[in-house]
C-alpha cells in the first residue's frame, strides 16, 4: 500500500512539473500583455488629450478670423439682433419688476384687511362681553 503512495506521490510531481512551467509562463505571457494593454490606453488617452487642446485652439483661430474677415454689414446685423434681444430682457425685467411690485402691494393690503377684520372681532368681542356682564344678575 505504501508503494501504491509513493506511485501516486512520483505520477504527480512528474505532472506538477509538466503543468506547472507552461501554467507559469501563460502567467507571465497574460500579464505582459496587461501592461502593453494599460500602457496603450495612457498613450491613446495622452494623444486623444493632445488632439482635443488643438482642436480647440483651432476653433478659436478660426473665430478669430471671422471676426478679423467679417463684413460691415454682416456687422451690423449681429449688432442689432443683440441690440432686439437686450431691448427685449430689458422689456422683461420691467414687467418682473412691476410684478413684484404690485404683488407686494397686494400683499400689504391683504394684511392690513386681515388686522382690520381682527380689530373688528375683537371690538364686538369686548361689546359681548360688556352686553354680558350688564345682563347678568349680580349677586
Known sequence: MTHDWQLIATFLGAAA???GIPLTA????????REDQRDFRSTVATRVARIEAECDRIEHAVEQVER????????MRETMLARTQLGR???LMARLQAELESSRALATQFVRATNAIIELTERLGRRCCEQND???PRP
Open 89 to 91: 430682457l430689458t422689456e
Open 68 to 75: 478679423r474677415y467679417t463684413t460691415k454689414e454682416e456687422w
Open 134 to 136: 350688564q345682563t347678568e
Open 26 to 33: 501563460i502567467v507571465f505571457y497574460l500579464k505582459v500583455i
Open 17 to 19: 512539473t509538466l503543468v
